[in-house]
């Protein structure tokens, strides 16, 4: 046996034994960055702000979690003199760009990250429990679920914590921490499913072990202290199978 064939064992293992599985949805669940990106740009084009960003931008802006968040980030980047965006502005921005993204996510323009599917139904059949810890809205993870597991979404996963439930978000540890009270679980008795250095940094925080399956946006980044790091779940689900 290979050592990375050792490793994804030691992870499968891990994964097998948990009681629940906490996923992230943005760039964890399905490759959703890039559709974010371009219904930000696109909302900046509508509200005639000129403002447009690329790759690399996006790439910087998601050091900081939340869509509202990262619009006031970008200001900052911008040469000093600008005027500032109003809270009603960034509202009404952010407000914008979540229905563009849901309506992209609705016409298919996204699917589940492969592995992902086939680990939500062998967890099912494992009776563990599947929870959703994220800085997205509410709005943002229904419309991407809707459109890949169906209307019925909501039976699939026990507790769903959102970025708007709790006072911080990622890196810090409080969704993790409401995920864990709403399941009455000790954090050991569970696994987070990340694909950021946020996502990890808040999980640790909690307790919970870390399984990162690499995305678009953070293939490079540094996930020291992660229970393991693989590619996608295919890797994991290959090894566990069904038993």
């Not at 996923?23 to 000129?50: C, I, Q, S």
């Not at 502005?89 to 990250?113: F, M, Q, S, W």
């Not at 399941?183 to 996502?199: K, M, R, T, Y």
Request: charged share 25%; proline share 3%.
């Amino acid at each position: 046996m290979s050592a990375g064939d050792d490793r994804t064992g030691r992870i499968a293992a891990h994964l097998k034994q948990a009681e629940a599985l906490i996923f992230d949805v943005d760039g964890t669940l399905a490759e959703t960055e890039e559709v974010h990106r371009m219904a930000f740009n696109e909302a900046f084009a509508l509200g005639g702000l000129g403002w447009s960003w690329n790759q690399a931008a996006y790439k910087w802006l998601l050091q900081t979690t939340g869509g509202k968040e990262r619009i006031r980030a970008f200001e900052k980047m911008r040469e000093r003199g600008c005027d500032e965006l109003s809270q009603t502005e960034v509202d009404n921005l952010h407000r914008i760009k979540t229905r563009i993204y849901g309506e992209t996510i609705a016409r298919g323009g996204c699917p589940l990250r492969p592995g992902v599917m086939a680990t939500i139904r062998m967890a099912q059949r494992r009776g563990q429990r599947l929870a959703i810890a994220t800085t997205t809205s509410h709005e943002n993870i229904g419309a991407l679920l809707t459109g890949t597991l169906g209307a019925g979404w909501q039976d699939v996963f026990e507790v769903v914590v959102a970025g708007d439930d709790v006072p911080y978000k990622k890196p810090a540890p409080d969704v993790y921490l409401e995920v864990l009270r709403r399941l009455q679980l000790p954090a050991v008795a569970c696994v987070a499913i990340e694909d950021s250095v946020n996502g990890l940094r808040s999980a640790t925080l909690a307790g919970i072990p870390v399984i990162i399956t690499k995305s678009q946006y953070f293939q490079d980044e540094n996930f020291g202290g992660a229970l393991g790091v693989i590619e996608t779940l295919d890797e994991l689900y290959r090894e566990i199978g069904d038993t």
